[in-house]
């Protein structure tokens, strides 16, 4: 069905009913035209909704419709709600605040995008004889009170079930003998141009969840572990006296034996349940909580592991990698990684989902792209948060803000933070995230749709550069988070600033170039392969001292320096490689690097020989190491090495949260050395199968549903001899690289290969 034009208004009740009000239209079906063949209901709000007709959702998504660029960008989305009309049919419209009107930021802002919520929305229904009947929103529809007297995405819901509207989207309602009384609706200003159909899948219920634990906290509180940290809600049918209140309270840990509020800052994570009397469900679909536990205050009867059960909530991604190896705790730290993804890819890919900020950093997803295109298919998913980074950077003259979507605009900024200014590695995310996705899915649209942003972006930090050619000016978050930096200091990294920049820019140039060269853009490309090479130039020029030495002389600085390829010599390479090896052994195999080295650093030992200082790096469990949070019984990734200490208390910084997916990002090194899997070419039409054993790991299974079919790899370490099964889909090369260094060529099918492991833990 082709859709028919716009008829539909953006409309609001008009009168004031709490936070979530209702909408109604009622109608009958055309009548003359035989059956209805389709219908297909299009929708889209300021705020969040959820739709129904004659009493049933019209889909499984929550939500909607997201949180976009609202300022250029609201994406609606379309049903087929065929099977669900009548002779008399209701649409019904729940509305919320949401991203829109509701809190953003940590300055406790709400209204950023508008103060007053609206439903747009139009049904097509098509009958056997071509015949199209259209239902649009507009004055005619009915609006009313909901049992949602509060909601905010950061402080949580309030349901007063005393106000339920019991059948209010279905035909046999009368509004007049409902708790509250109806009113009309009123007409709100809207450009039907900003209309966009979303390229990313819904956020929907994933997953449910029941509790592991139900216990007494040393105050006297009722405590509910659901044994892993989760973006969600609760739900659940219980039955007391009228007006008798239930709250739950979410936090991701617990401290001294309570819930732990203080990472959480200002947001409140707390929904309130009044109970009508009689037995009632209860739902809080206008709010999340980033959370693994759950304080229970006025709990009617006994609380059981059967009385209630968590919503596992997020964007519907099709899982495409595995991985799994010898070493427990190794794979604990991916499920922790993919878990950590889960609850930050709800709708965009946010830094975290619980405190009062869930923001779209764009240095995070800069940096944890490529791990992200291997757990799950994000294709979709960041196209379309791409295309609101291309709108926030358009509108403000080239530069690419640090959250897409910007809501920091709207806000003040800290003393610490001067003007805006592209950032290195966070404004990167512009020409970083598409390239990423060309090598995960070899579709160059997303090159294509994203071009003008990512030579603007590569444009626009060369006009930055200082007259030695390097980026060193401006602000920089740098090596942020650097694990020796005081708590509530986290960009006081020892990386210097400048070089973290100028090394970010110049890998950008060099991608841009090669972009450029893809699209057969060959002036665009000699002009970004200029630009880098001048920026290589005065790197060696500044940083590089005469015995190869860098500048501020750190783990990161070498890391990015052999992993972006800034080194032009074997000579000035193989220096970097033992000195970044020489440093990690020197810190015990302890983890020295922040946001920027962190996602880089195992790749850079192992592409220099070190692959045994990367394994140690990896297997480390003193803090700071990727498996001291698993020791410390972590189920996601951690936003600082330390956010709890090894007394179990939380990190004083006032910056903390259980649940970030940036340095999560050491997955794709093990997906692709320990696990053997990377891409030759562009969506793995190619495909490269070259696990790198170290100590301490055994053997390791990994798989990737590629977009050519699913390539599986398996090896082991037996008594000396090394053993390889590789699966490769039909059509697609791979070459296969053993220990021992001798390389083959198979084309599809199963293979199994031998190998003796004296080269193991040494070959690069």
């Keep these: 069905m082709t859709p028919t034009p716009w008829h539909a208004a953006m409309i609001t009740p008009a009168e004031d009913f709490d936070g979530a009000p209702l909408l109604r239209k009622a109608f009958r079906l055309a009548e003359g035209h035989g059956a209805v063949a389709r219908a297909t209901l299009r929708a889209t709000a300021f705020g969040v909704y959820e739709a129904l007709i004659n009493g049933v959702p019209v889909g499984g998504d929550v939500l909607s419709p997201g949180w976009s660029s609202y300022e250029w960008r609201l994406r609606y989305r379309s049903y087929d709600v065929t099977s669900l009309l009548g002779p008399t049919t209701v649409v019904g419209v729940s509305l919320g605040n949401g991203w829109y009107r509701g809190r953003l930021a940590w300055h406790g802002m709400s209204n950023l995008y508008g103060s007053e919520l609206g439903f747009f929305g139009q049904l097509d229904i098509e009958f056997e004889d071509g015949h199209i009947q259209t239902v649009a929103s507009d004055s005619s529809w009915q609006s009313g009170p909901s049992a949602t007297t509060f909601n905010d995405l950061y402080d949580g819901q309030t349901i007063d079930a005393r106000r339920n509207q019991n059948g209010w989207a279905e035909p046999g309602f009368d509004p007049g003998t409902g708790p509250g009384s109806w009113a009309g609706v009123r007409a709100l200003e809207f450009d039907v141009g900003r209309l966009a159909e979303p390229v990313s899948p819904p956020v929907v219920r994933s997953e449910v969840l029941k509790p592991v634990e139900i216990f007494t906290s040393p105050s006297g509180k009722i405590l509910v572990d659901f044994g892993q940290n989760m973006v969600g809600w609760l739900r659940f049918t219980v039955q007391g006296e009228a007006g008798h209140t239930i709250t739950v309270r979410h936090a991701e840990v617990l401290e001294d034996g309570e819930l732990g509020v203080r990472p959480l800052r200002s947001a409140k994570a707390a929904d309130t349940f009044i109970l009508s009397g009689g037995e009632d469900f209860f739902e809080p679909t206008k709010t999340f909580h980033g959370f693994r536990y759950a304080e229970i205050t006025g709990w009617t009867g006994e609380l059981t592991e059967n009385s209630l059960e968590a919503v596992v909530v997020h964007s519907d991604l099709e899982r495409t990698g595995t991985f799994e190896c010898s070493n427990e705790l190794v794979n604990k730290l991916h499920r922790n990684i993919v878990w950590g993804l889960r609850g930050n890819f709800l709708d965009l890919p946010t830094d975290c989902p619980q405190r009062d900020e869930r923001l779209g950093w764009t240095g995070d997803i800069a940096v944890f792209a490529p791990t992200a295109a291997f757990l799950y298919d994000v294709r979709g998913f960041l196209q379309d948060w791409l295309l609101d980074l291309a709108a926030e950077q358009k509108a403000a003259d080239g530069l690419v803000p640090i959250t897409v979507p910007d809501a920091l605009k709207y806000c003040p900024q800290p003393p610490e933070f001067p003007a805006p200014e592209s950032s290195a590695l966070w404004s990167e995310a512009s020409v970083w995230v598409p390239w990423a996705l060309w090598e995960a899915y070899g579709d ?17 930090v060369e006009g930055l550069l200082s007259p030695t050619g390097l980026w060193d ?22 990386a210097d600033t400048g070089v973290v920049a100028t090394t970010c820019m ?10 450029a060269r893809l699209l057969g853009l060959e002036e665009d490309a000699k002009n970004f392969e200029q630009l880098a090479a001048r920026v290589q ?24 320096a052999i992993a972006f390829g800034i080194l032009p010599t074997s000579g000035l390479r193989d220096f970097a490689g033992e000195r970044l090896a020489g440093l990690v052994r020197k810190n015990d195999y302890r983890v020295s690097t922040g946001f920027a080295g962190t ?40 936003e600082r090495w330390d956010s709890m200490l090894p007394d179990g208390s939380i990190n004083p910084g006032q910056m903390t949260s259980f649940n970030h997916y940036a340095l999560g990002a050491v997955a794709d090194w093990m997906h692709k050395t320990v696990g053997g899997i990377s891409p030759l070419a562009p969506g793995y039409s190619k495909v490269r199968i070259a696990p790198v054993p170290g100590n301490g790991i055994d053997w390791a299974k990994t798989s990737l549903k590629t977009p050519h079919g699913t390539v599986r790899v398996e090896w082991k370490l037996d008594d000396g001899a090394f053993t390889l099964e590789a699966t490769v889909p039909e059509g697609v090369a791979a070459d296969v690289v053993l220990p021992d260094g001798e390389p083959r060529t198979v084309q599809g099918g199963t293979h199994r290969f031998t190998s003796t492991a004296a080269a193991v833990a040494t070959r690069g």
């Design 506 to 515: 110049f890998r950008t140039a060099s991608i841009t170039a090669q972009t």
């Design 444 to 460: 160059d649209t997303v090159l294509k749709n994203q071009y003008e942003s990512m030579t603007t972006h590569t444009r626009r």
């Design 473 to 494: 000016t401006g602000f920089q978050f740098g090596d942020w988070l650097d694990p020796d930096a005081e708590p509530d200091k986290p960009w006081d990294a020892k």
């Design 537 to 560: 130039a005065s790197f060696l020029e500044h940083y590089v001292a005469a015995d190869g030495t860098i500048q501020s002389d750190c783990t990161t600085v070498y890391a990015l």
């Design 599 to 638: 996602p880089f650093i195992t790749h850079a030992l192992t592409d220099t020989g070190h692959v045994d200082e990367a394994y140690r790096l990896l297997l480390e469990e003193g803090c700071p190491s990727w498996l001291y949070p698993v020791t410390m019984g972590a189920t996601t990734v951690w």
